[in-house]
């Protein structure tokens, strides 16, 4: 007996790696694992039950966290130029850790099946997916700033490598991204090394330190570098241009993903930052001269910005990825704008709103593939009454716009709730209006994506269509399912938040399965949900009940009177959808900031075209005497007045 | 003191090899070309053993024929000259020609460039510097005009006349050193600067030599035989003269600033230039159309960036700018080599992945190099760069910003590149497959880098010593002045 | 005017004709001549600085012991740099006999237009120049 | 019309440059050269060296591996020039010799040439002249002939044996020293007595490899020039 007990089982030794090492280290594994034996039809279903377990280990991080240790430590370091570079997860990287791993399985899952056998290099797909995990959870659990932009960096290459996997256009669309996110990441490079100039280090507590000894200008030089560097990847306005094509050309599964989590990379590194280093109160009283704004308002208003303009550019798309890809721009601005308020509640809704995103996002995504996977495009001018033939795929995307329309009982409804709320009770009437605008904008264009796909009169050569296969409906059912139920019951998701926002600092938000309770007004989704079912189930069974009276109708049926009608004359219209608004707000479509990307392109064209001329003409003797006289003048004048 | 008489090897063995080459050469077709490799082996060794010598023992100087200096000529060797010796060494034994053919020409060039390049580092002497630059310039006119190509001649006619009028101008400045000072030998004129080089002359000569010596160091705006000298010259001699020759040229430029014109002048006069170099090369790059020119302009940019490095002033900068002036004599060869294979038009190359996926990835491994993406070694050279520049004033600022905003341009042309390899489909005759074994060096290459980034760690720490050495005057005058038999 | 007045204004004087003979001028023959005329200029000058008034050449005569004598380093490096010129002149010349045989000109600017078109002309694929590819 | 404006920028630029290298040389007073080196070498040169001829003591003492380089840089010019040339001097039609009285002198020139050569040559170190200038006249004495009658052979294997062997000769007496640890191109020998044929060491050894290699090199060079124009 004594025996048994002296004995160490191997189990007991992995005290000796932390969990996050085991998480690194897992990912690492698959992501290299999957490069050499991606082929195999396995792989899918390898990297989804290795997601699984990541899962696994992430919860019991969770608990962790949730008891109150401040981070997970990683045995991984090194010196390098004297610099040290560590890794740990705190709760804000947590948080962002498990909405990862949650849609990479479900993107592995859904890629492991039918969808992914027609794909051309599925393998390929699964590797660059796991190696982007990986990325993301080395960023995520950076300990210093030298490994956040490491991690950055990582994350910035393998979103590039992931999204030329559609090739044609999608190369295209991500050599766009690959300027701009290297243009971002140079920008945080420099803001970086000006905070180890400050004070000789790069720890994250060196910048609170820099941030104190720095002069005003200095401090908003790194206030600009840092988040236009980190706006870049989140699509802040005016960096956004390059998101919503290339996202949308990346492979359905990959593109789920990335819509769900790739870009709040952005806002993990902002929060980092700039909220949890740098302090609301110090950009609050970052004053611009001579106006009434702080950088923290400027800001707030830049994500404001960001909430409506790609939201109505959303609704003039007419393909459902590129719809969705700029609604996930605009949902960005939701999130930013809550966390900058500030306040508890501001805080949990944004932050909820990141994790409420990630799921109904991920959802509508994987609808649009498994429609284009059965009718062969995403084009909502070609499309229409799939709702017979894809019934679940119909219900996915219901509950998914539900969610992203921000109306009950969807999740979308109780952290787009909390964020108004906690604007009403900040006192940004303003900021507000433009919230209920974006919101005004997503539902319009929402319920165009459902109309013009599942609505009104199928087309004839999708008459044969089938439901998409189990394995692709079912991650995309399970997704809708989890928006709906912390809808119905947002406690659970708080419970996450809160382990995100005891990370950042400041007040908790109190909180119970159903809601919230405030001292200005409370919030139970459970008594929401129920008296919405309710009412939607005594509806319905007046509806059934006492109106049952149908006859069926031929399509062709003359009811609509005056004229005959044919298959060619469609009964819902889906191209050029509200033709009005388009009117009021089409002049502004194409603007400046497209026009700003052009120029810039032309002027480095121009300026290349010029040193070329200037050194192809064969007068280089004469540039080198044109040197040397300058020269002369420069260094004598500096010779002779000391 | 340390003196070391054996400090000549470098020099010397490659020298003898070459006069009697031609001799070995038409004793036997295939004896010249063992003989010439036989002979850059044999340096290589001679070069370590020194290099071993000289980081236990620390630097070591020898006088030239027992005259002391500053009558004589002293050679001084530290740890960054040493390491640019045995840069050289491996440069030439990796980019040693393969063809079969039986003309001496070439290999004798090589071995006199090698030769050169080794005494250009290592001498400690005004004039005497200026002859060894001499002995590598002729020695690439006349590698530039090996290809045999017509327009390899007219290149090479064109690069001779420019780097002439350079050598000229050089040679003007030492004569204006010389009016001022009396004296040739670096150290000794270390010592005399500040009270008689101050002036206007002092200054003037400095920006003589600069514009001289630029001229190999692709130092803006001497550098327009760049591309045309790139493009008409075999591969392997562009890999050598713009991976290793022209980072020679800086380390004089270096030496010249830190030991004789350490003066503000000076080192905004590099600045400027650099800073110049890298809005041309990468402008200019952005606009090619083919791999090799825009390899070619993109060497521009990448020199002004290490000219940017070299012009701040104390040891930070000049460890950023021999770690960058390492790297890129990693990287840019296998560019070179990669560009030799797939010439013309680069839209035409769109495919080429498919055909030849490994040397796709490669490209695709140096450009992210190059770019600077951690944690490859490109980003720590940048990250030194930076550190350094920032630690400056704001003029190192600004050049800070345009080296970041270079290498956006430059992520935008190289994955343009990369975006026609693996996107689109395949065409034109580019694209097609070669042989692997013609390109064994750029492999060689990319594997280093690799195994360099895994050793950033030591590979860091030796360079920051080698740059504290290199930055430490008082000490290096009294070795030369004092060391010697 | 003093010697050294005109010492070093024919110094400049020369490196300054052979500057624009170097730059201005469309024949390469024209340019190779003017890099001849830059070295002298410098040499001269290269002379001129070790130049003493009332000193003798520094060559110990019988008896004679070091006294007033011109700085002879100078004139050391004027020998070794003459000789670098012959050195480089001598290979500009050879390449301009094979750029003449090759474009049959030696108009500077239309040998540049020749070899650019000749740059142009070389397509994908084309094999690279190479070490010996013409015999 | 362009022609002009690249003339007058030229022309300004060289203007420019003309005043501003005057005004730094008034910095520079003339005749009063600072002399740190150059009157510590002639002092000490005659004890050193032991060569009467101070420039040729710096040449080949003091300055010694300039003079190893400038050697080096006509052999690769020479080697240059032969490779670019190569292919040119084969074929092609001949030049006609030239007319009596160049042949005839030529031939008649040759052995003074060559005495005269030897004797520069192996007085450097007392006279004003050397190795260099010794040379170019040996390589006259070969190189006339080959401009009288264009149709002679030169025999450029001797010259290039001739040319490498006394290239190596003079580092490998460079190398001697290292030898007994001193530094490299140490004299050695005794420094004899001032003014005397042998004297000043091992520096007219140096000399006269100098003056062979010069000679085998220039001649070689300018054979193939010839040749390669006469191909044309």
Known sequence: ?642 | MNTVPQIIFPVAIPLIAAFLLPIAGRCHAGFGRIFGRAAVLVTFLASALLAWQVAGAGPASSAMGGFKAPLGIVFYADNLAMAFVLLLNIGVWLFWPSGDEDRSGPYTLLLTLLGGGAGLVLSGDLFNIFVFYEIVAVASYGLAASGGSAAGFGASLRYLLLSALGSSLALMGIALVYAAAGTLNLADLALLAPDVLRGPPGAAAFLLLLIGFGVKAELFPVNSWVPEIYASAPVRVTSLLAGIVSKLALIVILRFLVLVFPMPSAYGLLLTLGILGVLAGELAAYRARDLNSTFAWSSIAQLGVIAIAFSIPGPAGIAAGIALALHHAVVKPAFFFIADKWRGDVKLLSGGARTSPLVAALFVLLSLSIIGIPPLPGFWAKYLLLDAAFSSSPAYWLAAAVVLAGAVVEGAYLFRAAGFFYGGPQKGRGAALFMPGELVPAFVLGAVLLVAMFAIAPLGAYITSMAVQAADVPAIAAQILLGGN | MSTGAVLYAGAIGLFLIGCYAMVAERHLIRNILGLVLVESGVNLLLVAVGFRENAAAPILKAGQSAGMMVDPLPQALVLTAIVIGFGVLALALALVVRVHQAYGTLDTREVARLMRVEREASGPGAAGPRAGAKS | MKGYGHTAATLLFLTGLGILLIAILQALPFGLAPMQVGQAIVAAAPGDTGADNIVTAILLGYRGLDTLGEVTILFVAAAAAGMVLGGASRGGAQAENAGFILHSAAYLLFPFLLVLGAYIVLHGHLTPGGGFQGGAILAAAFFVPVLASPASPFNHRTAMLVEGFAGAAFIMIGLVSLVGSDAFLTPFFGKGEAGALFSAGSLPLLYLAIGLKVGSELAGLMARVSGAEAGA
Do not use: C
């Not at chain 1, 809550?338 to 996002?361: E, P």
């Not at chain 1, 608004?581 to 290349?608: C, F, K």
């Open chain 1, 1 to 642: 007996m004594s025996l048994l007990l002296r004995r160490r089982f191997f189990w007991e030794e992995i005290d000796l790696m932390s969990l996050l090492d085991i998480l690194l280290l897992v990912a690492a594994l698959l992501a290299s694992g999957l490069f050499v034996l991606g082929r195999g039809s396995f792989a899918g279903w390898l990297a989804t039950v290795v997601y699984g377990l990541m899962l696994a280990v992430l919860a019991i991080a969770g608990l962790a966290l949730d008891s109150g240790v401040a981070f997970i430590p990683s045995a991984m370091s090194f010196e390098i130029l004297g610099r040290n570079l560590g890794w740990r997860l705190d709760g804000l990287g947590w948080f962002f850790a498990l909405l990862t791993v949650g849609a990479a399985f479900f993107a592995s899952w859904y890629g492991s099946g039918e969808w992914g056998r027609k794909q051309k290099r599925m393998g390929l797909q699964h590797a660059l997916l796991a190696l982007n995990v990986l990325a993301m959870l080395l960023l995520l659990s950076s300990g210093d700033l030298l490994s956040l932009f490491i991690g950055w960096e990582l994350v910035s290459w393998a979103a590039f490598a992931i999204m030329t996997q559609g090739g044609g256009p999608a190369v295209a669309a991500a050599y766009r991204y690959m300027i701009y996110a290297l243009a971002g990441a140079m920008a945080v490079f420099a803001a970086i090394m000006l905070v180890q100039n400050v004070t000789g280090g790069l720890g994250f507590a060196d910048l609170q330190t820099a941030i104190s000894a720095m002069s005003t200008a200095q401090v908003w030089v790194l206030f600009i570098l840092f988040a236009a560097g980190f706006g870049v990847k989140m699509a802040l306005m005016p960096f956004h241009l390059w998101q919503a094509p290339a996202y949308s050309e990346t492979p359905g599964a990959s593109s789920a993903f990335l819509n769900a989590v790739s870009a709040r990379m952005g806002l993990f590194a902002l929060i980092l930052v700039l909220v949890k280093l740098t302090g609301l109160e110090a950009l609050g009283s970052l004053a611009i001269p001579f106006t009434f704004m702080s950088a923290k308002s400027a800001l707030m208003w830049v994500a404001a910005i960001t909430m409506v303009v790609p939201t109505f550019i959303a609704l003039m798309q007419t393909d459902a990825r590129m719809l969705l890809t700029w609604h996930g721009i605009g949902q960005g601005g939701y999130m930013l704008l809550g966390v900058l308020v500030g306040t508890s509640l501001g805080t949990a809704g944004g932050l909820m709103h990141v994790f409420n995103y990630a799921t109904y996002q991920a959802a509508l995504f994987l609808a649009v593939t498994a429609v284009i996977h059965r009718a062969g495009t995403s084009d909502l001018d070609e499309l229409g009454g799939l709702i017979t033939r894809m019934p679940w795929t119909y219900v996915t995307l219901l509950m998914g716009i539900i969610g992203l329309a921000g109306l009950p009982p969807m999740n979308g409804f109780v952290s787009k709730w909390m964020i108004y709320k906690s604007l009403l009770d900040g006192g940004q009437p303003l900021l507000l209006i433009m919230a209920f605008a974006a919101t005004l904008g997503t539902i319009l264009s929402v319920y165009k994506l459902i109309h013009n796909i599942f609505l009104g009169q199928l087309r004839r050569e999708h008459q044969h269509l089938k439901e998409a296969p189990v394995s692709m409906v079912l991650p995309m059912l399970i997704l809708a399912g989890i928006g709906f139920v912390t809808g119905f019951m947002p406690g659970l998701a708080l419970n996450i938040t809160d382990i995100a926002q005891r990370a950042i600092g400041g007040d908790m938000l109190p909180h119970h399965l159903g809601g919230v309770t405030l001292a200005t007004g409370s919030l139970n989704m459970l008594w929401v949900v129920g008296v919405l079912i309710g009412a939607i189930g005594a509806g319905a069974l007046i509806f059934y009940l006492l109106g049952n009276r149908r006859y069926e109708v031929h399509q062709f049926d003359n009811y609509a009177g005056g004229h005959f009608l044919s298959a060619d004359i469609r009964y819902h219209f889906s191209h050029e959808f509200y033709p009005g608004l388009a009117r009021v707000i089409g002049p502004w479509y194409r603007g400046s900031i497209v026009r700003a990307e052009q120029g810039i392109g032309i002027l480095v064209n121009v300026a290349g075209d010029l040193w070329q001329a200037v050194f192809r003409v064969a007068y280089t003797p004469l540039y080198m005497l044109l040197v040397v006289v300058l020269g002369l003048v420069f260094t004598g004048s500096w010779g002779i007045v000391p």
